[in-house]
């Protein structure tokens, strides 16, 4: 098993619903931006959003076209991220995958939607939306 694990992928109709969650093996609370990527075959990958906890605070960012249907959060005690997508559409299909890197409380998650920012990575979860 690596440092990040998704799990979550499944099959849905169009207008469902999936949560993904990653589960990291390390303390990522204060120390890592956490973010959730997708990609399709000969596609590049994409930035979904990525977030940053630190004191009572947490920095998340969303990419617009998933803005009002996915939200992401964190549970700092169980070091997971989580990905929460609603109103699915055939267009989400991809594979999910989970990154991470350290950062500080000044960095955060600055440059998240660049792949290359990341230096952890999941092995990534299928997510089918089809009728």
């Keep these: 098993q690596g440092l990040l694990e998704e799990s979550g992928g499944d099959s849905v109709q169009p207008g469902g619903s999936l949560r993904l969650s990653c589960k990291a093996s390390i303390d990522i609370y204060n120390s890592y931006c956490m973010a959730w990527f997708r990609q399709n075959p000969g596609q590049e990958r994409e930035g979904i959003g990525s977030i940053y906890s630190s004191g009572a605070h947490k920095y998340f960012y969303l990419a617009d076209s998933v803005k009002g249907r996915f939200t992401i959060s964190l549970d700092n005690d169980e070091n997971k ?29 600055r440059g998240w939607s660049s792949p290359e920012r990341f230096a952890l990575w999941g092995h990534g979860t299928q997510v089918t939306v089809s009728s």
């Design 81 to 109: 991220a989580f990905l929460q997508m609603n109103s699915l559409k055939p267009e989400d299909s991809a594979v999910y995958y989970c990154a991470a890197v350290r950062t500080t409380p000044t960095e955060r998650c």
